[in-house]
């Protein structure tokens, strides 16, 4: 079955403790995203990767880093943890991003993260 | 990315069709329509995408104004299921994040 899958689904935590949240895709995407989602602000996109070894920042990236070193995985990364940072995480997925090249988004099923 | 305007909520009875609304007046020529929906405690998922012409898939139909400055989400027949948050977004082809600018979307309340 074609899923992004993430790693915890839940988490608790205590500030400035690092934490990795994991997300896999068997789809062989080549484009793969990090999200949040916070009450009245919506869901905003942290980093994003167009394909192996090339990442860049999204709106909100502040406290987070990410790496890509294999097609499938794209592990979000919390250095030294905050409450601001308390949050749901969506990791998403798609084919490149060519010119007409249709480009649904696959997202996970979330990480609910507390951090105390 | 231009920005849409959807109504906060609506309500729906189940097997009845559901016309979700979209406003983006400041449309450019190549931004494409997306849908996505967000079920209670899910990813988002996509529903449906157009450029101009109206579309149609086992999911949903878009229709497009012909000035391309609104747009409509069709559910044929709703059931319970499709309880969500629609969000109706603009995406710019070409460009080189593609993020999905979320909007606040419109929550689909269905009734039995």
């Known amino acids: 079955e074609a899923q992004v899958t993430q790693n915890p689904r839940y988490l608790i935590t205590v500030t400035g403790k690092k934490l990795t949240v994991t997300c896999s895709q068997n789809?062989?995407?080549?484009?793969m995203s990090w999200y949040r989602q916070d009450p009245g602000l919506g869901l905003r996109q942290i980093y994003y990767?167009?394909?192996?070894?090339?990442?860049d920042k999204g709106d909100v990236p502040e406290g987070y880093k990410v790496s890509r070193k294999e097609k499938r995985n794209f592990p979000l990364i919390l250095e030294s943890p905050s409450p601001n940072q308390t949050s749901l995480y969506f990791c998403?997925?798609?084919?490149?991003?060519?010119?007409?090249?249709?480009?649904?988004?696959?997202f996970g099923p979330g990480t609910r993260l507390t951090v105390l | 990315d231009a920005k849409t305007t959807q109504p906060n909520s609506m309500e729906s009875n189940e097997e009845e069709p559901v016309h979700l609304p979209c406003n983006h007046s400041t449309i450019s020529g190549t931004d494409y329509i997306h849908w996505y929906r967000q079920l209670p405690s899910q990813g988002p998922e996509y529903v449906i995408h157009?450029?101009?012409s109206n579309v149609n898939n086992r999911m949903a139909s878009l229709a497009i104004a012909e000035d391309r400055k609104s747009s409509t989400l069709i559910l044929h027949r709703a059931t319970l299921r499709d309880a969500a948050v629609y969000y109706c977004?603009?995406?710019?082809?070409?460009?080189?994040?593609?993020?999905?600018?979320f909007g606040k979307g419109t929550k689909l309340s269905v009734k039995p």
């Open positions: 990767s167009m394909n192996v070894e090339v990442t």
């Open positions: 157009g450029l101009t």
């Open positions: 789809m062989n995407h080549e484009y």
């Open positions: 998403a997925s798609s084919l490149g991003l060519d010119r007409g090249k249709y480009n649904e988004q696959f």
């Open positions: 977004i603009l995406r710019r082809y070409g460009g080189s994040q593609g993020n999905l600018i």
